[in-house]
């Protein structure tokens, strides 16, 4: 069964800083990851997949994030981080030819700081 | 407009007053599942379905129904709710299988906050 691990709960970072927000995941074979977004008192946002191909995939809203298959890790960056961006972040793994279950990670709650 | 429409948005009820929250998508997507998402939990899912009439149980199914009979609704039942089903529900459907040239990419309503006294 796939699995994913976010490190953290919540980070804070100052505006305009590197935002970076980490995600391992456990899977038996290469599976499709996802960066979800949740701004207060709304749904779930796709900001970027990865499904095959380029490894470094780019996202909304200047997001963008890096398969590594050796270190079984997708990290979310982006290069300066904006008020705007104050949310909660999930990752989530997807197996090919499952039985279509998301798994979610349980979440990280980034704080911008002025 | 693409969406996936739930209601209602907020509901507090009491022990084992039935409810249903309803979920319709207007995508034609075959794949539609809900979740429940708990502070520190994460997302997990309650039940899924991959077409009309098949469903099955995600990691916590206890304590509710689902039902597929049309393509677009999929709506989620709580017989007799208790306060441990205080939650935030999201229901979200998908277009094709991952791996056969979809990403299995999910699109979510805008959530059904639960309070069950």
């Known amino acids: 069964a796939q699995s994913v691990t976010q490190l953290g709960s919540h980070v804070s970072v100052s505006e305009g800083a590197l935002v970076l927000l980490r995600c391992n995941y456990s899977s038996s074979v290469p599976p499709y990851l996802f960066w979800y977004v949740q701004y207060p008192n709304q749904g779930l946002q796709l900001l970027l997949k990865?499904?095959?191909?380029?490894?470094l995939v780019k996202g909304i809203n200047g997001f963008e994030a890096e398969f590594k298959k050796s270190e079984t890790s997708f990290h979310l960056t982006k290069p300066s981080a904006h008020m705007s961006d104050a949310a909660e972040y999930f990752c989530?793994?997807?197996?090919?030819?499952?039985?279509?279950?998301?798994?979610f990670g349980t979440g990280t709650r980034l704080t911008i700081i002025p | 407009e693409a969406q996936v429409t739930q209601n209602p948005r907020y509901l507090i009820t009491v022990t084992g007053k039935k409810l249903t929250v309803t979920c319709s998508q207007n995508m034609n997507h075959e794949y539609m599942s809900w979740y429940r998402q708990d502070p520190g939990l994460g997302l997990r899912q309650i039940y899924y379905s991959m077409n009309v009439e098949v469903t099955d149980k995600g990691d916590v199914p206890e304590g509710y129904k689902v039902s597929r009979k049309e393509k677009r609704n999929f709506p989620l039942i709580l017989e007799s709710p208790s306060p441990n089903q205080t939650s935030l529900y999201f229901c979200a459907s998908s277009s094709g299988l991952a791996g056969l040239g979809e990403s299995g990419e999910l699109f979510f309503g805008e959530g059904s906050r639960l309070t069950v006294l």
């Open positions: 990865y499904t095959t191909g380029a490894t």
């Open positions: 989530a793994v997807r197996v090919p030819f499952g039985n279509e279950k998301l798994t």
